[in-house]
Each structure stands twice: as C-alpha cells, then as structure tokens.
C-alpha cells in the first residue's frame, strides 16, 4: 500500500532550526505538499513541491528527492507560534483529486 | 479567500442515532472531501465527491455515507453512529489542477 512515514514528535527552542521529514513508499505521486494544523484548529496548506529540490517561501522551505523517496519540511528562525503538527502529502497518480496524508508530526517550540 | 464551514464545532450523539454532518464551500470548487482525524493515525479520507451526486469512496467508508445535491454543499451522515465513531471531521474543498485543499475548522463528535 501507500504510506508516508513522519517522526510523531519534534521539539526544538525558539530561534533555532528544524527539519521534519517524511519518507514514502508509494508507486507514483505529482508532488510532495505540506499541512500546518493548530491544536483545535484546521490544516492549512503551507508548501508544494512538484520537481525535485528545495522551495522556499519565507521561514518555511520544503525538499524533495524522488530518487531517495524523501522529503522535508525546513523551518527557520523557530517562533513559539510554530507549535503545531505538521503533515506531508501527495495525491497519487491514478489516484484522482484526493490526497494520502502523513500520520503527522507535532513540533513543540520550546523558550 | 476560500471559506469552508461546518454546520458544528462539538457534537454529542448518542449510540444508534443517525447524525448529519453538513459542509459548505463558497469557492465554487468542484471537489470536496470528508477526513477523520484520530490521534497518531493522521488524516483519513472517508469519502470524496467530484461533482454534483457523484461520489467515490476513500479508504474508510465503512459505517458512513455522504449527499452532495449542490455544488457548494457535501454532507456526512453516519446512519446508526457507534462509539468508535467518536472522532475529528474535517472537510475539505479544492479545484483542480492544484494539489492544495481548503479545510473547514472542523466538527469534534463524541458518540455516547
């Protein structure tokens, strides 16, 4: 079956940098996507990486190697609002609109 | 921005009754979805629909089943809830081509 595989649980200090990682074992997918979600809140799309390398949007980039079956989600300049989980995904080729989500990781950003 | 909305954010039901989950987008996609979110098992799609009454299941439909009579609205329904019901809904909209999904804030059941 499909499945992508995250760390349950990171934490890391204020300032500092982390990197969550998700590996796959899937036959064929379009592109790696990632989710923020809050505690009690809804996820909320953060990055996407349709080609190999490194996408950069502010504090955030996101990596992916297809040749490795990996991919990670870098985030910089760590800030107590970064507490959250944070899920990769990827919709499957064959697989029509729906995407296959990561199990999760939650990051707790500690002073 | 895209809105999608939940008809509730906390629900209680009792075992055997039927419960009604309602969804609403205002973006007029044409996908819509409907996610269970247990601790440590991430999100799981329960059934997805890609247009006006045309819907496909996810990989746990079992125990649900979904209504999309408008473009803008998708309901869950579980027609006898069981306690191992008790879980996150999340919905979700979006429009292809793009991969990205708008999610609503989500309804919190509990099946007693």
């Known amino acids: 079956g499909q499945s992508l595989e995250q760390p349950s649980e990171v934490t890391a200090v204020e300032g500092a940098i982390v990197q969550i990682n998700c590996t796959y074992q899937t036959s064929g997918f379009y592109g790696l996507s990632w989710y923020q979600q809050h505690d009690g809140g809804a996820p909320t799309f953060l990055s996407y990486?349709?080609?190999?390398g490194l996408e950069e949007t502010g504090r955030f980039s996101s990596f992916l190697s297809r040749s490795d079956s990996y991919g990670y989600l870098l985030l910089q300049e760590l800030q107590m609002k970064d507490s959250a989980s944070y899920f990769c995904?990827?919709?499957?080729?064959?697989?029509?609109?729906?995407?296959?989500f990561g199990t999760g990781t939650q990051l707790k950003v500690e002073l | 921005d895209v809105k999608v909305t939940q008809s509730s954010r906390y629900l209680v039901k009792r075992t055997g009754e039927k419960v009604f989950l309602e969804c609403v987008q205002d973006?007029?996609?044409?996908?819509m979805f409907w996610y269970r979110q247990d601790p440590g098992l991430g999100l799981r799609l329960i059934y997805f629909s890609y247009d006006v009454k045309m819907k496909e299941k996810g990989d746990i439909p079992e125990g649900y089943s979904v209504s999309r009579e408008k473009k803008e609205r998708f309901s869950l329904i579980l027609e006898s809830a069981s306690t191992n019901q008790t879980s996150m809904y999340l919905c979700a909209s979006n429009q292809a081509p793009t991969d990205t999904q708008y999610f609503g804030p989500g309804t919190r059941l509990t099946v007693l």
């Open positions: 990486n349709a080609l190999d």
């Open positions: 995904a990827v919709r499957l080729t064959g697989g029509g609109n729906k995407l296959t």
């Open positions: 973006m007029d996609h044409e996908n």
